[in-house]
Structure formats: structure tokens, C-alpha cells
């Protein structure tokens, strides 16, 4: 594999991270508050809410 390929590789493997990350802090905020406006916000903020739900939850 040329280093380009793996560059590549690499960027569609984080950008995926990054997506399920928002879509899973959109989920976890929605069934705690049922509302659309923070789910979006902690969907913005993605693996950070994620965290912070894990471990004061």
C-alpha cells in the first residue's frame, strides 16, 4: 500500500469515527432529555458528550 493509499484509508476511517461518534452523543442525549435542540448540540460535540456521558453519566 503507497503512503497516499494509507493517507486515504486513514481519513475515511476517522471521518467514520467522527460520524458514528455524533450520531451515538445524538442518540444518548435524545432518550435522556427527548429534545431535538441539545441532541444536536451534543451531536456537535460528538465524542466529547460521549465521554463525558460514560463517566458522569
Known amino acids: 500500500m503507497s503512503d497516499e493509499e ?3 484509508y486513514t ?3 476517522v471521518r ?3 460520524s458514528f461518534g455524533a450520531a451515538l452523543a445524538m442518540v444518548i442525549s435524545y432518550s435522556k432529555s427527548a429534545s431535538v ?3 444536536i448540540i ?3 460535540l ?3 458528550y460521549v465521554v463525558y ?3 458522569l453519566g
Do not use: D, F, P, R
Request: hydrophobic share 45%; aromatic share 10%; net charge positive.
Open 6 to 8: 494509507e493517507t486515504n
Open 53 to 55: 456521558h460514560v463517566l
Open 37 to 39: 435542540g441539545w441532541a
Open 42 to 44: 451534543h451531536g456537535l
Open 16 to 18: 467514520s469515527g467522527i
Open 11 to 13: 481519513k475515511k476511517i
Open 46 to 48: 460528538s465524542w466529547v
